[in-house]
């Protein structure tokens, strides 16, 4: 162990876009073996994701991995090996409801993280990711619905995360009414796409939940984010650590600034700092 790191490392975080997954939204094999060395040396290793679990799981099984993981950015901790959801968190009903009729009602392109699926609205531009994403699963993995609200689901919405992209200024400001003063509310500097997610959840939240519930300390931790939703996590753990493909707000956390996503970021942080 180099003098560079803590007296042991306990666990690991990793976030998926833009961290672990190349540009081809794969995960380096470097990246892949060290995440096996890590499990191997006893270090816990969890992913850690904005996605839903729907569609995540399948890298959850690449890379060997057999505890819960956390998904729709720290609302829901997932078990794969049994298929089922540990506990979640979603939104109130009463604004997810509202939120939802005004998206439907104005034609906006969204889709939600429930807790069994992720549903889309009929034209959702950019299905083909997760259509990309389902191509590649096989028989052992959770195949995503990737359908549309169910008939009378506003009846009762279960919703962890609420996505629109490129809405209207209308919806913009409506969505400003409802949700306004509630920090799980973010909308793009120039308006191209808004998220809702659970009130006082994140990544960070989860991470303190998970390191508590599996006996663990996030001071002898290393979390891996890039972007906004990382934040919360890159803040809660001893050793943040961001590729140089990552957004200014995560870069300015780091601890260790790593290679970009698609040079094996993992790889070279475990290296650099744990060595020896």
């Given amino acids: 162990m180099s003098d560079k790191g803590p ?22 094999e470097e990246d892949r073996r060290t995440v096996a060395r890590l499990v191997e040396a006893g270090v816990r290793v969890y992913i850690s994701t904005g996605r839903h679990y729907e569609l995540s799981a399948r890298y959850h099984r690449e890379l060997g991995l057999t505890g819960p993981f956390l998904a729709s950015d720290g609302a829901v901790l997932y078990d794969r090996r049994e298929d089922r959801v540990l506990w979640h968190r979603p939104i109130p009903p009463e604004v997810i409801r509202p939120v939802l009729a005004e998206a439907i009602r104005g034609g906006e392109e969204f889709y939600i993280h429930d807790r069994d699926a992720a549903y889309f609205s009929p034209h959702f531009g950019r299905i083909h990711v997760w259509q990309n994403y389902a191509a590649g699963c096989g028989p052992e993995d959770r195949m995503p619905a990737l359908g549309g609200l169910p008939e009378g689901y506003l009846d009762a919405p279960d919703v962890m995360t609420f996505m629109t992209h490129h809405p209207t200024p209308a919806f913009l400001e409506k969505l ?14 120039e308006g191209r796409l808004a998220i809702l997610g659970s009130p006082g959840w994140d990544k960070g939240r989860g991470a303190g939940y998970l390191a508590e519930r599996e006996g663990f300390s996030l001071e002898n931790s290393l979390a891996m984010g890039d972007s906004g939703n990382d934040l919360p996590m890159l803040r809660a753990v001893g050793w943040p650590v961001v590729p140089r493909s990552g957004e200014p707000d995560a870069l300015a956390l780091a601890r260790y600034v790593t290679a970009d996503n698609d040079h094996n970021p993992l790889t070279q942080a475990v290296r650099e700092l744990f060595a020896g």
């Fill in 7 to 28: 007296s042991r490392l306990e666990a690991v975080f990793l976030d998926l876009d833009g961290s672990l997954l190349n540009s081809q939204r794969q995960i380096g």
């Fill in 176 to 189: 400003r009414e409802l949700c306004g003063g509630m920090d799980s509310l973010y909308i793009h500097p």
